[in-house]
């Protein structure tokens, strides 16, 4: 039955209605069903019934015989790997084969502009202008200032200006826990100790008040949000504020912090249990919940939502946008490398120039 | 938020994932279609029918021709509607060699004048700073190819003929209009979009006959000063508004579908607990003393999809290349709907638009400053992004 067909499990559900202008067949309800198949019967039984009875007209060739078996329409395989491709799922996917796939564009720039995916909206809410408007004064603003490579788990220092701050300039350090939304919109949370008292800032990463983004340590946590290091011991987000910066490479793959992190006894802020982190000492955990809440959150991790195609294909963006974004994105970075060399040559040459003016002098 | 249920046009079901810019209360997708505005079902009402029900589409003029031929005639009719475009857009008109010296062009009146608009296609929001380092959202509304239609005077309104069938609401207001009793103003009719003739019908394309225009997608009219009036052929175009200039974005809102008193009226409902039976969000009385339910009463019903004006927003940015308006704050509207842009009517813009007069009745390329327009042009209190903030001290 078609309706019940993997590939068509979707499709079956449609109902194209008649819009005029468009010329689409309507499908109809017959459609659906499957197309009836007549048999020729064979020779020898063909002939005794001719004799049988006076003449029968002429029926459709004989049948093969592995009709029965190829009776249901589908997808050849070469046809479901592209479906698989293009939709990220499937047996044969992983990360590592979705990023080479996209050969073109190299790797470094999906570390760098991690916010130029498009949003994971409804497709009424967005739009190819201004996605394109988004990504240029992105990378127009990267003109300004060294926005770096950092990952929930980072460490970082950031400068915003501030006239009520001795120097104009307030300087945050802290653990990046969560990074949100996209485009000119993103906005990172730092966290720190300051005198005892646990601080959280948020900071919009594109906002020209901010003087400068110093990344201290590069590193990458299990999860991608940190919020539930609100009810840790504050000992997991105590970071110096004299903390030197670590050196790191870019070709090197980001490094994971794959620590387990106790969490205080509960009354906690939010039920992390049913989030499914990682980062969180499990056995730890469960021993504060009761045996109701600890089946509830087995349940949750038994990770049922790897099948849910409906909500694999909702929350993710589709493999052709980000392809574009990034590849316009890229085009872009090669452009903002040229602009570098030359503000670069340019600041030598008036270097030199100094030079020699107080030479002469 | 709960999640809503899944549509019957299973293209793109809207998102379970939530994000912060999708309010609480869901839009309806299509609302031409989900929406039912009135009880009543009639069978040619556009409304999805059960698989039973024998629909047929009406048989195309071009179905007994091969695709080739039909794609042949396709391009050729998208062909001559790109002609007409272009043979009356301003760039022709600024380039013809047979061009005469321009008309005399009316002065801006103050208290009198009141200029055609543009109809604008919104698009996004994108966010810029101002150079004290406040943040500010922007519409960015992209202005298609459009142009004047139809001028009709003040004295016609009487005899307008859309006009003579009052909409139903008109019954519960015991008023008419005053734009159409105190006829100071004219209607400004204003198509936007060209498109293939085929996609319409002859009624619709001989509308536009008339003015030997390509048949367009969108008619809208603005209420226009019989001093700045235009005649049908004549282009609108992105220039109309300059940046700095306040305008006012009417469109219709976004559709919330069929809602209940709490969300469409912020009525308080009931108690959630202490006892509280079957009265959690209800209305609760209709009326009082035994007395009828008044005209009007607030009740549940459809919220949203009603025209409402955005008023006094100022243009901060103007893009010539994606023919882009820029306009700070939110405008009513789902992304990709229409609206209608014009010069606001608010008293203190009004004011100062006597100071500075816009080009009147429209932009025309005589206006244009020499070298033409930068791709970007920047209200002098925006921060471009390719630009440090410098706050002073």
Partial sequence: HPARDATSAISSSWQLRPVPGLQVPLRLPSDRRPPVRRFACPASIAAASAAASPAVPPGPPLAPAGIARVYKPRLSPEAMKEFWRLSGIGPDHSRAKAADQQAEVPPEIKRLYQEALPPIVSQDYRDPIVESLHRAEMMRRRRVINIPEFHVGSILAVSVMDKHAPNKVNRFVGLCILRRHTGLFTTFTLRNMVDQVCVQIEYELYSPSIVSIQLLKLERRLDDNLLYLMDAPHSHCTIPFDMVPEPYSRNDPVPVNRERVRLNPPPWMCKWHLHGYQGIDLEHLYSYLSDKDVAKAIEFSKAYKRYDLLDQYLNRVPVPDADYAFKDIFIQHQELLQHQQQQQQQSSKKSEVISKLTGTV | ASAPALSSQLIVAMATAPHTWLRLVPSCRSYSKATRLYKIDYPWKDEPKPHWVRQFEARRVDADLTPENRDWLRQWRLQRVRDAVASSSEAAAAASP???????????????????????????????????????????????????????????????????????????????????????????????????????????????????????????????SPDAALQPGACLGLHHFRVGD?????????????????????????????????????????????????????????????????????????????????????????????????????????????ANPPPMPTYFAEDAPEGGYPEDVYHPDLLPYDQPLELPD
């Fill in chain 2, 246 to 354: 306040c305008v006012d974005v009417v469109a219709r809102t976004v559709n919330r579908g069929f809602q209940g008193v709490m969300e469409r009226h912020l009525m308080e409902g009931g108690p959630a607990a202490h006892g509280s039976t079957k009265f959690h969000r209800k209305m609760g009385s209709a009326a009082g003393g035994g007395g009828p339910i008044y005209r009007g009463k607030r009740m549940p019903g459809v919220m949203g999809n009603r025209f409402r004006a955005a008023r006094s927003l100022p243009v901060l940015r103007v893009n010539t290349k994606h023919r882009l308006l820029f306009i700070k704050g939110f405008t009513p509207g789902p992304p990709h709907s229409y609206c209608q842009i014009m010069d606001s009517w608010m008293l203190d813009v009004r004011r100062s638009l006597d």
């Fill in chain 2, 98 to 224: 047979l061009k005469e010296p321009p008309a005399a062009r009316p002065l801006w009146t103050p208290r009198v004048s009141q200029r055609c608009g543009l109809v604008g296609i919104k698009l996004g929001i994108l966010p810029m700073w101002y150079r004290n380092g406040q943040k500010v959202h922007t519409t960015v509304v992209q202005i298609p190819d459009q142009r004047v239609l139809r001028w009709v005077p003040p004295e016609d309104l009487g005899n307008y003929a859309s006009l003579r069938e009052m909409r139903p609401y008109r019954l519960n207001q015991s008023f008419l209009p005053r734009w159409l009793t105190q006829q100071r103003w004219g209607l400004q009719l204003v198509g936007a979009v060209p498109a293939d003739p085929a996609n319409f019908t002859a009624q619709w394309c001989g509308i536009f006959k008339a003015a030997g225009l390509p048949p367009m997608r969108k008619i809208s009219r603005f209420l226009v």
